[in-house]
């Protein structure tokens, strides 16, 4: 492509980046690309400002050089990534586990293999399909927030944080998730459903 230098192309390439991601935003300020970028689903931007860092100019949507931190291109390209967001309830723990994944088989397995949370009775109770699922997670999380669980477990032999954990009903798990689809428009296709009521656990908000 045009524009880009052969250290930014193997670095692109060494990240996973197709040239139909990048974005040439020469001549346009970061506000105008931005928005740009948004609509055609652009990853990276090339032709801007050099960072003061390091002089690079290839950065994310919201202007953060990727060459200084990786961090920052892996964070935009999950904001874009597809997949699954689900709702996953332990009957033991009398709690909800909300999250992303590209595929239901096997984050489901992979709960209970590790005992999240120290439980490992999960079932993916309420599963939805988003072409935005990334971006979806942390709103989803951010309205749950009340509701979240402080748990500790041990795995690979270290004490760990189990995050993404709630004490609500599924109904109401379920009503939030709905609810943040359509009001930041996130288009999403109901891929598993639960009308039961063995997961409408005791709505408990944090202190």
């Given at each position: ?9 193997e670095?692109?390439?060494?990240h996973?980046?197709?040239?139909e991601?990048?974005?040439d ?5 970061k506000?105008?690309?931005y ?5 055609q689903?652009k990853?990276v931007?090339?032709?801007v400002?050099?960072c003061k ?5 290839l ?6 050089c ?23 309830g ?14 239901i ?9 590790t005992?999240?949370?120290g439980?490992n009775?999960?079932e993916?109770?309420f ?21 979240s669980?402080?748990?500790n477990?041990?795995?690979d ?9 709630y ?14 689809c359509k009001?930041?428009?996130?288009d ?20």
């Amino acid at each position: 492509m045009k524009g880009l230098s052969q250290e930014q192309l193997e670095f692109l390439k060494k990240h996973n980046v197709p040239l139909e991601k990048v974005f040439d935003a020469k001549g346009f300020s970061k506000s105008y690309y931005y928005i740009q970028m948004k609509q055609q689903g652009k990853v990276v931007a090339f032709n801007v400002t050099p960072c003061k860092r390091g002089n690079h100019t290839l950065r994310t949507r919201n202007g953060h050089c990727i060459q200084c931190d990786t961090k920052h291109l892996e964070f935009q390209k999950r904001n874009d990534y597809s997949g699954i967001i689900y709702i996953a309830g332990s009957k033991n723990g009398k709690v909800l586990k909300v999250g992303y994944s590209k595929g239901i088989e096997i984050r489901s397995e992979s709960l209970n293999r590790t005992k999240y949370a120290g439980l490992n009775d999960w079932e993916f109770i309420f599963v939805i399909f988003s072409s935005t699922a990334g971006s979806l997670e942390p709103k989803i999380k951010f309205k749950l927030n009340e509701y979240s669980r402080a748990f500790n477990y041990e795995h690979d032999n270290k004490l760990q944080d189990a995050e993404e954990v709630y004490s609500c009903s599924i109904n109401k798990a379920k009503a939030i998730l709905i609810a943040v689809c359509k009001e930041y428009y996130h288009d999403y296709e109901i891929k598993k459903d639960y009308d039961g009521t063995e997961y409408n656990f005791r709505r408990l908000k944090k202190l």
